[in-house]
């Protein structure tokens, strides 16, 4: 069975960090671009990153670039995603999700896969 399990959301502080992650099982990542998504309550799903199949690519949103990192081991067939500098906006149920790696400009558009997500929670 294909999956993407994200993992390493929790509560943190404004300005504190975290580290996701997002491992398939069921297949090798290693031809997939892998996105992270965001959305938060009332509000629709947004790109967050997004990182080419052999990591040398990578695109962040604005409002994440300079505090946010997309980065890839995929001998561990895991995609990180590391954030610094959070703040509440920040707050929202994060997903990653691959595509087979065609382009790089549309390396994240349309995924195939979906994990379940992982909650962040920016709070004092």
């Known amino acids: 069975q294909l999956q993407l399990v994200e993992s390493g959301g929790g509560l943190v502080q404004p300005g504190g960090s975290l580290r996701l992650s997002c491992t398939a099982s069921?297949?090798?990542?290693?031809?997939?671009?892998i996105g992270w998504f965001r959305q938060a309550p009332g509000k629709e799903r947004e790109g967050v990153s997004c990182?080419?199949?052999?990591?040398?690519?990578?695109w962040h949103a604005d409002s994440v670039k300079g505090r946010f990192t997309t980065s890839r081991d995929n001998a561990k067939n895991t995609v990180y995603l590391q954030m610094n500098s959070l703040k509440p906006e920040d707050t929202a149920i994060y997903y990653c999700?691959?595509?087979?790696?065609?382009?790089?400009?549309?390396?994240?558009?349309?995924?195939?896969?979906w994990g379940q997500g992982t909650q962040v929670t920016v709070s004092s």
């Open positions: 999700a691959a595509k087979r790696m065609t382009t790089v400009q549309t390396m994240c558009v349309g995924p195939h896969y």
């Open positions: 069921g297949f090798t990542l290693d031809s997939y671009a």
């Open positions: 990182i080419s199949n052999w990591g040398g690519v990578t």
